[in-house]
């Protein structure tokens, strides 16, 4: 095992990660009349995507949005890492927010040409992941099968823009500055804008949100995970949940034991355990085999320990 480096990605890298598995976030411009810029802000959540490493954003025709950046190009925007399904009410009962990326820069619209390029880019995305899907074992096309393909995947949750009623300005978003807040108190750190530029998104980035609730809906997933804590981390989980994912490896919620309280009674407590693979997942079908792996693998130490007694 290499040092802590080696384990996790860099900030850099989970801020692409970040704008590379959603496809929503929160727009904000100065608002603006027909006598100037004012000094308040507003705030809507657009839907974008991201091409050569920007965000390319959606804002209906009729969003304050489009008159605010006439007067004034400047803005902001935010994106969160996803918690989909039941995993976003058990991070509310423990009061944790999800780490997010908050960009400041020019929010310009695109003439006729560049719309056209970028609705091109749009379709691609969408295409890419049907692909993408298709082309999985039984074992990877399963686990994303078993996640809510409404609250989880790009493509059906972009493909309005396309072939929806509504209409829409698009804009490039062109960064000024970059900051990662992370999910442990809020904590920022600003990214070097060329460390951004030159950092790239996990192969698995897009169907991290698929990945992640498909495993949580799992029973059979969920009890895998308690026997990593055990196996691995020495760590007795009654409960488990998968709670991020990258090319490096996964983090997992597990319930255990906090205190004995006087009566007998057991107080529990959800923490965060970081599972490390032995080689880098490069895309979600080796995701998927090198989770099995670890499966197959923790069985096979249970049963050896079992063997022993």
């Not at 991201?50 to 902001?76: A, F």
Request: include cysteine.
């Amino acid at each position: 095992m290499k040092g802590n480096k080696a384990k996790l990605l860099t900030l850099a890298e989970k801020c692409k990660n970040i704008l590379a598995s959603n496809w929503k976030g929160h727009l904000n411009t100065i608002k603006a009349d027909a006598k100037g810029s004012k000094e308040g802000i507003y705030t809507s959540k657009v839907k974008y995507i991201i091409r050569r490493g920007k965000p390319y954003i959606w804002v209906p025709e009729k969003d304050l949005h489009n008159v605010n950046t006439v007067i004034d190009e400047r803005g902001s925007f935010a994106v969160a890492n996803q918690f989909p399904g039941h995993l976003a009410t058990l991070l509310k009962s423990m009061k944790k927010l999800p780490a997010r990326v908050a960009l400041t820069g020019d929010v310009v619209p695109l003439k006729d040409e560049k719309v056209r390029s970028v609705l091109k880019s749009l379709e691609e995305v969408i295409l890419s992941e049907q692909k993408a899907i298709s082309q999985l074992s039984y074992t990877a096309s399963g686990v994303l099968s078993s996640s809510n393909h409404i609250l989880t995947s790009q493509s059906e949750n972009l493909k309005d823009l396309l072939n929806g009623d509504e209409n829409y300005v698009v804009y490039k978003f062109t960064p000024r500055s970059c900051m990662f807040i992370d999910g442990h108190g809020g904590r920022s750190h600003e990214i070097d804008l060329e460390d951004l530029e030159t950092s790239k998104a996990d192969a698995l980035a897009p169907f991290s949100a698929k990945l992640i609730d498909g495993i949580n809906q799992s029973g059979s997933r969920c009890r895998a995970l308690m026997l990593f804590c055990l196996i691995y981390l020495n760590a007795k989980a009654k409960d488990a949940r998968m709670l991020s994912i990258d090319r490096k490896g996964f983090d997992v919620l597990g319930k255990v034991a906090k205190q004995v309280k006087e009566d007998g009674k057991v107080d529990s407590e959800w923490k965060e355990f970081r599972f490390i693979f032995k080689e880098e997942a490069e895309d979600v079908e080796s995701f998927c085999r090198l989770l099995v792996e670890m499966e197959e693998e923790a069985v096979k130490k249970v049963s050896s320990y079992s063997g022993l007694g």
